[in-house]
């Protein structure tokens, strides 16, 4: 008598209906949804605090006898409180990508889960560095440099809630920016591009690099430089990282434990 077959996660993940699939993820959003407010509980009392400390790289540039405006009646209220709400998204990252993880992990060979884990605490890190970076290096390159160019008789007095929106996107671009060996080594890993062809694409990626600084940062060589050469250089790190990645084999045969 044959013993019973002893089905993998794969397996037992295609037995599953999409009805089955919709629930799991909609109690996942919910634990998201639940832990980003009990952090954004924690931190709405610091809230001014916060704002106070995400403003000092302008607020150093400003001339003497000028400060930032509310330009509207609920800004210093509200402005305050969506710093809050984000950067509680922001340091809830964590538990948010784990649950996506354990939501697609299933569906994983057992290579892919293997490195599944090194890949998300990685791109975590490197989205805080890319927000570090931001703060402390590219900030005071461009107050310093939007604020040296005033005209003459033109007072610096940014409103809150457009500085506010200035930094989120500049946090969210280099946050990003800083995902590039993350996004090599998932290229290669689902066989879409291979190393070679990731060496061969150098001389554009280090175009692109400078072309993207320019956009995002003021017109000068200095600063467009320094956004330009940590992008090249974790370029070059996640083709060294590929190295060691096993692509994603064409036909489904081998399944995971």
């Not at 699939?21 to 919910?30: A, D, F, K, S, V």
């Not at 697609?104 to 890319?130: C, D, N, Q, T, W």
């Not at 990731?198 to 956004?227: E, W």
């Amino acid at each position: 008598m044959n013993s019973p077959v002893k089905k993998t996660d794969k397996d037992a993940l295609a037995d599953m209906p999409l009805v089955a699939h919709l629930i799991e993820l909609r109690t996942r959003l919910l634990r998201i949804v639940v832990v980003w407010l009990l952090v954004f509980a924690g931190l709405f009392y610091f809230a001014n605090d916060l704002y106070t400390f995400i403003s000092a790289p302008l607020r150093v540039f400003l001339p003497e006898g000028t400060s930032m405006i509310a330009t509207e009646v609920a800004s210093p209220f509200l402005t305050p409180f969506k710093l809050a709400l984000i950067s509680a998204l922001f340091l809830a990252m964590p538990f948010v990508l784990h649950q996506f993880w354990s939501f697609i992990a299933p569906g994983l060979y057992k290579h892919e889960k293997r490195l599944a884990m090194p890949l998300l605490v990685s791109s975590i890190l490197l989205f805080y560095a890319g927000m570090a970076f931001a703060y402390f290096v590219v900030f005071p390159l461009v107050f310093g440099f939007f604020t040296s160019v005033t005209p003459t008789g033109v007072a610096v007095m940014t409103d809150i809630n457009k500085y506010l929106d200035f930094v989120l996107t500049l946090f969210l671009a280099f946050g990003l920016a800083f995902e590039i060996p993350i996004a090599t080594v998932l290229l290669v890993l689902t066989g879409a591009v291979s190393v070679e062809k990731l060496k061969q694409s150098r001389a554009y990626v280090v175009v692109g690099c400078f072309v993207i600084g320019m956009v995002l940062t003021p017109p000068d060589v200095i600063s467009q430089t320094l956004l330009a050469l940590p992008m090249w250089l974790l370029y070059e790190v996640g083709i060294i990282f590929s190295r060691f990645v096993k692509p994603r084999p064409a036909e489904t045969d081998e399944t995971s434990e």
